[in-house]
């Protein structure tokens, strides 16, 4: 197989991964990434088994930036555990879960970066012109024209690559509104998320002594934020027990808040250009599977290159796009199940995941991650 020229645009969870799984196909791979600085913003991140064994496949070692996750509840606005999610751990495939900080998890894909990668800093791609053998590709403040193979559009849910394909693409709203950060962690020992009307309180054990914490609410598109913290406060006041100490322990408001915006269906590229992670498929976030999905999306990619860039793109669709839908479909739905507001509704809802037998909760945790292995076994 010929070596291709890869220009992989965005350098973040998915792109970077990316530049590893290409690099390692034997691709000349460049990355770049519109930021000038290294990304240190975020707040935490949960990685699943499915996003640990691409990752482990990849020679990426998370173990010092990160700590196990044995065990997930989900609980009422009460306080009462409606399910207690602890997944059998399958012998020698590692953590069933790790969370780390989303900072940790760049600087660890940075770390892991082959030396033969070009990465480009500062550097935005503000178009891109598939010619059927090359890819022409113009950045920012850069007049000339530079050709590549193949070009990765990494650049997230509102990426200027897909833009160049597709053009303005209207993004879902999810009606629901979040807040995220990193605060000091007062006594949470596993993973939590709290339900209660119109409203979710996450909260996530991070290495040294941190906690990563969500708070999701039902609202408008682009509502006001409530006041710190008396505003917040009125928000959750339904919250009780573990999670609501969450609000009393805060010192500051949130650093984080967004809109939980999606793309309506997943668009994988044109001819030699192809989208991962964000820009191909948005997902919300409440099944945590949203950079899992780029991961995996990453690895895919070396696999579809392996035979060259005729049919790549038919490759990779076939490769990913039941999977992803899947995951989309289902992260939808839980987030519309989750914000019930009617107390009847989320009374049979809460009874019904009380009665959910332990192992059919494991088995659904195992179909949403246990796919990675078949990908892993591609050749």
């Known amino acids: 197989m010929r070596a291709l020229d890869v220009l992989v645009a965005g350098g973040g969870i998915g792109g970077l991964t990316a530049a590893r799984a290409l690099r390692r196909a034997g691709h000349r791979v460049t990355v770049a990434e519109r930021s000038p600085h290294r990304s240190t913003t975020g707040a935490g991140i949960v990685l699943a088994p499915n996003a640990l064994r691409v990752l482990a496949a990849l020679d990426v070692d998370l173990s010092e ?3 196990p996750l044995p065990s997930f509840d989900l609980v009422d606005a009460a306080g009462a555990v409606l399910q207690h999610i602890r997944p059998r751990r399958p012998a020698g495939h590692g953590e069933l879960s790790r969370s780390l900080s989303r900072s940790s998890l760049h600087t660890a894909l940075h770390d892991h970066l082959p030396d033969e990668v070009r990465f480009l800093a500062g550097r935005a791609v503000a178009s891109v012109r598939d010619t059927g053998q090359t890819v022409e590709v113009g950045f920012t403040g850069d007049r ?7 070009v990765v ?84 006041a339904h919250h009780r027990g573990e999670p609501a100490r969450l609000l009393d322990a805060l010192t500051e408001a949130p650093s984080l808040h967004h809109d939980l915006e999606e793309l309506d269906k997943p668009v994988w590229g044109s001819g030699r250009i192809l989208l991962l992670g964000d820009a191909a498929h948005a997902i919300t976030p409440n099944q945590g599977q949203g950079a899992a999905m780029a991961i995996e999306d990453a690895y895919a990619l070396g696999l579809c290159l392996a035979s060259g860039t005729d049919g790549a793109l038919e490759r990779y669709r076939a490769l990913r796009h039941r999977r ?5 479909l289902a ?24 009665r959910t037998p332990p192992f059919a909760a494991q088995n659904r945790y195992r179909a949403l991650t246990e796919p990675a292995r078949a990908l892993l076994r591609k050749p």
Do not use: M
């Open 65 to 67: 930036h990160s700590r």
């Open 331 to 354: 992260s939808r739905r839980i987030g519309k199940v989750s914000h019930w507001q009617s107390r009847p509704a989320r009374v049979l809802r809460d009874t019904a995941l009380r």
């Open 153 to 236: 559009g990494a650049d997230g849910l509102r990426s200027t690559v897909r833009q160049q394909l597709t053009g303005p693409l209207a993004l879902r709203y999810s009606g629901t509104t979040c807040w995220r950060g990193i605060t000091d962690n007062t006594g949470f020992t596993n993973a939590v998320e709290s339900w209660g009307p119109g409203t979710r309180i996450g909260a996530v054990p991070l290495p040294g002594r941190k906690l990563y914490y969500y708070l999701v609410a039902t609202a408008p598109r682009r509502a006001p934020e409530p006041g710190w913290p008396d505003g917040f406060r009125r928000v959750f």
């Open 324 to 328: 992803v839908r899947r995951v989309q």
């Open 144 to 150: 000339a024209v530079h050709s590549y193979d193949i």
